[in-house]
């Protein structure tokens, strides 16, 4: 079981990195708040792989299960709520998934969403992002997270539309 555990951290870890990638049109602060959030819909695909639901918090992501020395996530957006390079990083969990719990004892969800949000908005147009269990990344030019269940309108738009049209 430890074997299986130590495997699939290092798999999350290899996600993790693989999905911390940014495209190149983003500036630093929404940059980051995107990076932070593949992170975490890497994390929470594993953790579901893992143990049939999705982790409630950032910090049940980022606590490394006994006789494993890393999470899935990195210590560095692993509070509730994070704040990093000017963004709001929060997990909002869906309802419990019954008796389904982690290498913690901790409940899983059956869903989850998770946002970045601007700490300040500028006098221009300032994006904020969320994602859901499905792992697309959607995109608001207004700095409100845009809500599940997420629908293309003229300031929300999946994040590969978004910066096609830029």
Request: proline share 8%.
């Amino acid at each position: 079981m430890a074997k299986a555990i130590a495997a699939g951290f290092t798999v999350a870890a290899v996600l993790a990195l693989a999905q911390v990638r940014v495209d190149r049109s983003e500036s630093g602060a929404p940059a980051s708040a995107i990076g932070s959030l593949r992170a975490i819909s890497s994390a929470q695909a594993t953790y579901a792989a893992m143990y049939g639901g999705y982790a409630r918090s950032l910090r049940a992501l980022s606590a490394p299960c006994p006789g494993v020395s890393t999470g899935l996530l990195s210590p560095d957006i692993g509070s509730d709520p994070t704040v990093k390079s000017g963004y709001e990083i929060r997990l909002h969990p869906a309802t419990l998934s019954g008796s389904r719990r982690d290498c913690h004892g901790e409940p899983t969800a059956s869903a989850y969403y998770a946002t970045a949000v601007p700490l300040q908005r500028g006098s221009g147009k300032t994006p904020a992002f969320a994602v859901d269990q499905n792992q697309v990344i959607w995109y608001s030019d207004t700095g409100v997270a845009p809500a599940p269940p997420f629908h293309e309108s003229s300031t929300v738009r999946p994040l590969d539309s978004a910066s096609a049209r830029r």
